[in-house]
């Protein structure tokens, strides 16, 4: 069974900064990619970034230079670091872990920007 726990969120000012983390638990097996990804109201799920166990990332443009995405592998956790916040970027943060073709995925954690 493999397990993500999220942890941060919460709301916060526009221009402000949040961080979001994620621990894997479980089997889990490299390679493999963790991810975050959010969904706004209304709107579809959504990726943000994800970095693979060899070091490789991938960030959506409309939070590239804002977003930072890290992930210390011996502890199978992920973090974002969230700057300069808009009032889009709010939305349910999920985090992911693709692990041989199979998706996981947490609970989810609610990032609110107010303006």
């Known amino acids: 069974q493999v397990q993500l726990v999220e942890s941060g969120g919460g709301l916060v000012q526009a221009g402000g900064s949040l961080s979001l983390s994620c621990a894997a638990s479980?089997?889990?097996?490299?390679?493999?990619?963790m991810g975050w990804y959010r969904q706004a109201p209304g709107k579809q799920r959504e990726l943000v970034a994800t970095l693979g166990s060899g070091g490789a990332t991938n960030y959506a443009s409309s939070v590239k230079g804002r977003f930072t995405m890290s992930r210390d592998n011996a502890k199978n956790t992920v973090y974002l670091q969230m700057n300069s916040l808009k009032p889009e970027d709010t939305a349910v943060y999920y985090c992911?872990?693709?692990?041989?073709?199979?998706?996981?995925w947490g609970q989810g954690t609610q990032v609110t920007v107010s303006s």
């Open positions: 479980g089997s889990i097996f490299r390679p493999n990619v």
């Open positions: 992911n872990l693709k692990m041989y073709g199979v998706d996981y």
